[in-house]
């Protein structure tokens, strides 16, 4: 026995035998077809250290991201300041912002899917014109813009010259998402990050570092769990 409860375990034409700690804490094996009990007893036990690892992590990470629960009240982040939300009697559209947020109640089990969605339409405006403004600015070309739900990054440029942008952003401070902006934009003329690339970024940033630091230490507050 391995005395460590595994949760469940999922098999698969795969090769090797694989642990996932999911964010509840559960231990999932992956296991090719044929691997018997004992066999994946005995890898979890030789992964005990890891398991208990894992486990304290995904509490920390819990703490760190607390949980949104769409309560009248709760803060919700939009252009770098905090907001909070109320619920309300039935209005069109479900969700709106007038220096608070108002959710139609009735919109509440759906409340997640509503911040996303209204996010991601202020992201996809916002960005649209701030990428526009710096483009004529400093004359960068570009394809298109386009409004993602990366959790790690913030924005990426494709060799092709698309945009790309986390709808997270929108929570961000206009400073740093000007700066991100930028940041995407000076890929449209060196696709790495060369010492070229950031000198192109500092003459626009000056303080581009400083963002950079911000967006490191800042960032797990625009997460949602
Ligand atoms: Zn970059």
Same mark, same amino acid.
């Given at each position: 026995m391995s005395g460590i409860a595994i949760d469940e375990v999922v098999r698969s034409r795969r090769k090797t035998i694989a642990l996932v700690v999911q964010p509840d804490g559960r231990l999932v094996v992956r296991a090719p077809l044929r691997t018997s009990q004992k066999i994946i007893e005995a890898f979890v036990t030789s992964k005990a250290d890891w398991i208990e690892k894992s486990r304290q992590s995904q509490v920390a990470r819990r703490k760190f991201f607390p949980k949104r629960h769409f309560a009248a009240g709760e803060l919700f982040w939009y252009l770098g300041k905090q907001y909070p939300l109320q %619920?309300?009697?039935?209005?069109?559209? =479900?969700?709106? /912002?007038?220096?608070? +947020?108002?959710? &139609?109640? !009735?919109?509440?089990?759906?409340? !997640? !899917?509503?911040?996303?969605?209204?996010?991601?339409?202020?992201?996809? %405006?916002? %960005?649209?014109?701030?990428?526009? +403004?710096?483009?004529?600015? +400093?004359?960068?070309?570009?394809?298109?813009? !386009?409004?993602?739900?990366?959790?790690?990054?913030?924005?990426?440029?494709? =060799?092709?010259?698309?945009?790309? /942008?986390?709808?997270? %952003?929108?929570?961000?401070?206009?400073?740093?998402? &000007?700066?991100?902006?930028?940041?995407?934009?000076?890929?449209?003329?060196?696709?790495?990050?060369s010492p070229s690339f950031w000198s192109l970024v500092q003459t626009m940033v000056p303080d581009y570092t400083a963002k950079r630091k911000w967006l490191k230490q800042n960032s797990h507050q625009f997460h949602w769990d």
């Open positions: %619920l309300v009697t039935p209005q069109r559209p =479900a969700l709106q /912002f007038h220096l608070a +947020y108002t959710l &139609d109640e !009735k919109f509440a089990l759906q409340a !997640k !899917k509503r911040f996303e969605l209204w996010y991601r339409e202020q992201a996809r %405006l916002y %960005l649209m014109e701030r990428v526009q +403004y710096f483009a004529n600015l +400093y004359n960068f070309h570009y394809q298109q813009i !386009k409004i993602t739900s990366a959790r790690t990054r913030w924005g990426s440029c494709s =060799a092709r010259g698309t945009l790309s /942008f986390a709808w997270r %952003l929108i929570m961000a401070p206009p400073e740093i998402i &000007d700066y991100v902006v930028l940041h995407e934009l000076a890929h449209t003329i060196h696709h790495n990050h």
